[in-house]
Structures are given as structure tokens and as C-alpha cells.
């Protein structure tokens, strides 16, 4: 159905008709219906807002009105019918814009709290008439009156403004001077609810208005013994001291003795707003109440706080005392452990000490026997032979260690000497490199050789040849190739170049090394005229250069009783592996 759905609107003229042509007997019952067309749509839409303006503009909103001032003990359905009705007006009222706002504002709605308030008076009465026995009817009566109580309140929520004319009814007054206990609940909270909804509206009341109100919520303190009045009564005033901060100084200069009053209401149920209602009492205003309210919040996690750490300090110094009893226990039995290893040993060594004095025994006896046995001419030969094999057993054990002391003294010298050579290999290598790039030409530098006369002659012969052979003219793309050719013939001679110099300076340094070991050795004498002078020309004092040469002549020799194909490649094979090869080691 659309909002403009003529359904609707037949539905609302429909009930109209049946209203204003029925009796007024039978209003209540045709007006209950309104309900179901309010179901009918959601609540808070546009279509929800239409449906109440037609309500109001065919005048059911004022038969509902009109038709709560009836008795309903004669009508069907009696107050329950009367509780709908009341439901039914303050959900009508709740979000409708009329046209005319006027009669709305100041006129039905102040009526419809007054006729909601007569109401709910009536019922209260009839529910205080009704005896205890008649329980399924008292629960009945209570039930229609919440919901009327509702109703007023949603109306109040509706319309803030409302509160002022509930509050200063006369009905309110009267309904709040009950002693019955279920109703006086009800108003109670409806009391602090409307407050809640209005927080001025305290401030706009007659003195002696609120003096009425209040004198009648402190009285049910004193004069109820009820926990759940007490409980009504004191969140009554918590609430309303919340929202209207002035009645706190009130409570505490027109109410004096209400702080010795409260005391009795102890242990009741409800401690929490007793003791929020006390402390209100004890600072006088709402601020000094905030602040014992901080104030003892901060108390109470600071003793929560301090209990914690308490109780984690003495966790830890459990913990540490039973670490500390561990580690005592742990050092004793490590202390027992190495006693008991000791005891063990120096039984092991008594036993020891035993065995041997009873094997030196044991042979003193043997050598006795045989001594016994023996000529006595061969006896002082044997004694002496013994004596000779003795010591010589002696001398062995005493040179393995001494042999086995020096041992680890002489791989430590080995593993220096080593380091050593591969040093001098490493730092020779360098040098070597070094050097060969000092003998290298610079490239602005001439090749050897070309020296000005013989450059003049090759100019001399380039321009001979160029007149004898003069160029072809050629186009610019075979000039592009010619060029490009002789660009790459350059570049392929100026990378080559600079190896062909470093092998032109190494076959020089070669050269003079032959040169100076051939004078070296023409010079040398013959073995028979060889002095110690002219050994120590051809002797190294340096135990690695001396091992390198013995090991250098090795390879040498085995390389002469080599096959010609075990010799290939040998200037470019590394001394490990020339080593492996031949089976040799150059230490």
C-alpha cells in the first residue's frame, strides 16, 4: 500500500461514521479499532503520520478523549478497555503535526494528561476497594493501571512541556498519598520519570507544590517498612537530585532528620542508591558529592591497587625463597656428589698403591727364586744384566716424554712455518705485480725503437706509397666502412698492445735473470777449490727459502723421469697439484 493509498483513508471515515452514528455506550469498543490500523503501518513513517493526522481530522482523537470521562465498570471490557483507550490516545498523540497547533498544544493536550491522570486514579481507587480474595481481579486492575501510567509517561516524553500540568495535578497528589504499595511504586517511578523527561520542571512549580511532592516521598521512608517502597522512594530522590541539583540543599535544610531516617533502611536490598542518597545528604551539594564519590572510588582502587602489589611482593618472596632453598639443595648434592668422587678416587688410588707393592712383591720374590735356583757365579752376571735392562726401559720412557713434550712445540713451528711461506708467496706475488706495472710504458709514451729518425723515414715511405698508390674516390657509405674497419683494427691493436708489452718486460727480466746465474755459475769453482765463502753464495740462510729450493729440485727430478704427457701444461699447474700428482710433499 502507497502513502496514498485510499484504503486508509476510507478506514479512518469508516470508524468516523460508526462512532458518530452508535450510542455513547458503545464508543469505547468501536474506538478500540483505531489500534489495529495503527498496527497496520510502521511506526515513525510517513504513512504512520498520515494515519494519525486523519485521525485527529475526523475528531476520533476527541471521541477517545471524551469517551474516557465514562464510568467503564458499565462498559464492555470495563477498565481494560479503558487502559487500551489511554494507550491508544498517547501513541496519537506522540509525532502528530496538526494544522491547527494552538488547539492541540494548549488545549487537548493538557486535557488528555487530565483526563489520563483522572484514569488512573479511578483505577488505583477501585484496586484499594477490592479485598485481598479477590486476587484475579486486584492483578487485573493493577495491570490496567501500568499500562495507563504508561501511556501518561509516553505522552510526557512525548511532550516535555506536559510535565508541568502532570505534576502539579491535584489527581498526582492524591494517587502519591496511597498506602498501597503496588501503585505507590508505579507513581513513584512515574514521579522521577517525569522529572527525568523535564529537569526545569521543578524550578517552574510552586514552592508548595514540590514541598507536597517531596513530603509525601519522605514519608513513605518513615512510615513504610516495605523494601521495595524504600527502594521506590530512594531512587525516587537519587534521579531527581541527579537531574535538579537544587533539591539536594533542599533534602538537607527542610528534611533534617531524613539522614538518621535512612539509617534503618540498612541491609535492605537496595544499598547502592541508599548510600548514593546519604552521601548526597553529607556534602549538601551535588559537587561535594562528586567529589566523595571520586574520593572514595580512588580509595578503593588504591587499596585494590596496594592489595595486588601486597600480594604479588609476597608471590615473589615465595618464589625466592623456594629459587634460594633449590639452589642450597642443588649446591649440597653437587657438594655431596664431588665428596663421594673423591672418597671413590682415593679408594681407586689405595687399591692401586696395593696392587702395585703386591706385583713389586710378588717379582722381589720371583727374582729371589731364580736367584736361588742359579750357580753362584752366574748370580752377580744376572743382577748386573737386570740392572742394564732397567735402566735402558728407564731412558725410553723418559726420552717419549721428553719427544712428546717437543712434539707440540715442533707443529707449532711447522704450522708457523707454513703461514709463513704462504705469506712470502702472497706478498712476492704482490711485489711481482707491482713491479711489472712500474716497468709498463705510459700510453702517451713511444714504443721502443721509434725514435725520430725512423719516424721520418716511415713518413718518408707512407707518402712514397701514397703517391704511388693514390686512393680511389670512394662514396660516403663505402667512407663510413673504411673508417669503421679501421676504428675496429685500432681498438683490436690498442687491447692487445698492452699484453704484448708485459710479456716484452717479462722475457726482459727473464733474460737478465739467465744472464746473472749464467756469470753466477761460469764464475763458480770447481768442488775441490770450494770454499765456505763461495758456499754462502749459493746457500740460504731462511729455512723456508732453503725448503723451497729442496722442494723446487724434487720437482725438478721427477719431472725429468716423467712421461712428455705428464709435462703439458706444467707452467700453469699450481704446487698442490704438481704435489698430488708426483706423490710428493713439499714439507
Same mark, same amino acid.
Given at each position: ?296 572510588? =580512588?580509595?578503593? +582502587? *588504591? &587499596?585494590? #591497587? %596496594? /592489595?595486588?602489589?601486597? $600480594? !604479588?611482593? @609476597? ?75 732397567? =735402566?735402558?726401559? +728407564? *731412558? &725410553?720412557? #723418559? %726420552? /717419549?716424554?721428553?719427544? $712428546? !713434550?717437543? @712434539? ?83 681498438? %683490436?691493436?690498442?687491447?692487445? $698492445? ?90
Amino acid at each position: 500500500m502507497t502513502g496514498n493509498d485510499p484504503l486508509e483513508d476510507r478506514r479512518v471515515e469508516d470508524l468516523a461514521n460508526q462512532v458518530a452514528e452508535t450510542s455513547d455506550k458503545n464508543v469505547p469498543a468501536l474506538l478500540l479499532a483505531i489500534q489495529e490500523i495503527l498496527d497496520s503501518v510502521v511506526p515513525g513513517s510517513h504513512k504512520a503520520a498520515k494515519v494519525k493526522k486523519d485521525i485527529w481530522n475526523y475528531d476520533l482523537l476527541q471521541s477517545v478523549l471524551l469517551a474516557l470521562r465514562q464510568d467503564f465498570s458499565l462498559i464492555q471490557g470495563k477498565w481494560n478497555t479503558a487502559a487500551s483507550l489511554a494507550r491508544i490516545l498517547a501513541h496519537c498523540a506522540v509525532g502528530l503535526e496538526p494544522t491547527d497547533t494552538y488547539e492541540y498544544h494548549a488545549i487537548f493536550l493538557p486535557e488528555a494528561a487530565e483526563r489520563l491522570l483522572i484514569l488512573s486514579r479511578n483505577i488505583q481507587f477501585r484496586y484499594m476497594k477490592i479485598p485481598e480474595k479477590t486476587l484475579t481481579l486486584k492483578d487485573d486492575l493493577i495491570k490496567d493501571f501500568k499500562e495507563a501510567i504508561e501511556a501518561l509517561q509516553w505522552l510526557i516524553s512525548g511532550h516535555v512541556f506536559l510535565a508541568i500540568y502532570v505534576l502539579r495535578s491535584n489527581y498526582l497528589l492524591q494517587m502519591l498519598i496511597t498506602d498501597d504499595k503496588e501503585t505507590g511504586i508505579v507513581i513513584l517511578s512515574m514521579f522521577q520519570n517525569a522529572v527525568r523527561v523535564n529537569p526545569e520542571v521543578l524550578k517552574t512549580l510552586d514552592e508548595k507544590v514540590v514541598h507536597s511532592l517531596l513530603d509525601e516521598v519522605i514519608y513513605k521512608l518513615s512510615a513504610f517498612t516495605d523494601p521495595e517502597i524504600g527502594a521506590a522512594a530512594t531512587r525516587a530522590l537519587v534521579n531527581i537530585s541527579d537531574v535538579h541539583q537544587p533539591l539536594i540543599r533542599l533534602l538537607y535544610t527542610r528534611y533534617k532528620g531524613l539522614r538518621p531516617l535512612l539509617s534503618r533502611w540498612t541491609g535492605k536490598g537496595f544499598g547502592r542508591d541508599l548510600k548514593r542518597l546519604l552521601a548526597l545528604l553529607d556534602s549538601g551539594t551535588a559537587q561535594q558529592a562528586e567529589m566523595k564519590r571520586l574520593h572514595q572510588a =580512588a580509595r578503593a +582502587i *588504591q &587499596a585494590v #591497587w %596496594r /592489595g595486588f602489589r601486597s $600480594r !604479588r611482593q @609476597l608471590r615473589k618472596a615465595n618464589n625466592a625463597f623456594a629459587r634460594l632453598q633449590k639452589g642450597f639443595r642443588e649446591k649440597q648434592e653437587k657438594r655431596d656428589l664431588r665428596a663421594e668422587k673423591e672418597k671413590e678416587q682415593r679408594e681407586l688410588q689405595h687399591q692401586l698403591l696395593v696392587s702395585r707393592r703386591h706385583a713389586i712383591r710378588h717379582t722381589r720374590q720371583k727374582q729371589l727364586d731364580m736367584i736361588s735356583a742359579m750357580a753362584p757365579g752366574k748370580v752377580d752376571k744376572y743382577l748386573q744384566m737386570s740392572q742394564i735392562a732397567s =735402566a735402558v726401559k +728407564i *731412558q &725410553a720412557l #723418559w %726420552r /717419549g716424554i721428553i719427544e $712428546r !713434550r717437543k @712434539l707440540g712445540l715442533r707443529k707449532a713451528t711447522a704450522h708457523q712455518v707454513r703461514a709463513a711461506i704462504a705469506i712470502q708467496r702472497v706478498v712476492r706475488r704482490f711485489l711481482k705485480r707491482l713491479e711489472e706495472k712500474k716497468r709498463e710504458p705510459l700510453l702517451f709514451q713511444p714504443p721502443p725503437g721509434l725514435t725520430e729518425e725512423r719516424r721520418v723515414d716511415l713518413q718518408r715511405e707512407i707518402d712514397q706509397h701514397r703517391e704511388a698508390h693514390p686512393p680511389k674516390p670512394l662514396s660516403r657509405e663505402a667512407q663510413q666502412e673504411l673508417h669503421s674497419e679501421a676504428q675496429e683494427i685500432l681498438g %683490436r691493436y690498442l687491447s692487445v $698492445r698492452m699484453a704484448h708489452r708485459k710479456n716484452y718486460q717479462r722475457r726482459e727480466a727473464l733474460l737478465a735473470t739467465l744472464e746473472t746465474d749464467v756469470d753466477l755459475l761460469s764464475d763458480a769453482p770447481k768442488l775441490h777449490d770450494l770454499t765456505e765463502r763461495d758456499m754462502h753464495k749459493f746457500t740460504s740462510h731462511s729455512a723456508p727459502i732453503a725448503a723451497k729450493a729442496l722442494a723446487n729440485h724434487k720437482e725438478q727430478m721427477v719431472m725429468l723421469r716423467q712421461p712428455w704427457w705428464k709435462k703439458l701444461n706444467a707452467a700453469e699447474r699450481t704446487e698442490e697439484e704438481v704435489g698430488e700428482d708426483y706423490d710428493f710433499n713439499v714439507f
